[in-house]
């Protein structure tokens, strides 16, 4: 999940550089990694990438269909330091 979110950011800024981005929440569903570890991993990726390219500055937005999911996409931001809008 953390090598699949860090290539999706290096395309997207290769492709469309300061523009914002969105993202399921991905392997949350049924049979996937689970919503928790999954949001971890996206957001450890999140701040591992802005770490090594410090200028590109990005801006990621999740979808997720519950409530609960938007939650859990908070507090993983405040885990990791990822600044939340």
Do not use: N, W, Y
């Not at 993202?23 to 999954?38: E, N, Q, R």
């Not at 990621?60 to 809008?85: C, I, N, Y």
């Amino acid at each position: 999940m953390r090598s699949c979110t860090h290539a999706f950011l290096e395309s997207a800024i290769e492709t469309i550089p300061g523009q914002r981005l969105g993202t399921p929440l991905l392997g949350a569903g049924h049979g996937g990694l689970g919503s928790v570890l999954s949001v971890d991993a996206m957001l450890g990726a999140i701040r591992t990438f802005t770490e090594e390219a410090p200028e590109q500055k990005l801006v990621v937005r999740f979808a997720v269909l519950e409530a609960a999911h938007a939650r859990l996409v908070e507090h993983a931001a405040d885990k990791h330091g990822v600044p939340r809008l």
